[in-house]
């Protein structure tokens, strides 16, 4: 058996910094959009985040889940059938 990593080896997600909260910017860059769209998106509730002080940070895990949530196109995860937009009725004529 090898030995148990020892705690300053740290995590893989410490080592390779996957774990580490992103910021505004850096959550912009990786959803190629602007930092003012991330803004919005955690001051509507759609990204979740956290409040350092002034700052907002973004968990990795988090930002993977909102894009999981964001795909489409494909079968929906939750197993419920696609809504469509049902056309308004017309009388014949």
Known sequence: MSPAPSEADGTQAERDGS?????VREAAQRLAVSAFTVYGLCDR????HVRISNAIRIAPTDMAAFLAGQR???ADPSGR?????????????
């Open 45 to 48: 509730g759609e990204l979740p």
């Open 81 to 93: 059938p696609e809504r469509t937009q049902e056309r308004p009725w017309r009388p014949a004529g």
């Open 72 to 74: 489409s196109g494909g």
């Open 19 to 23: 774990g580490r909260l992103l910021t």
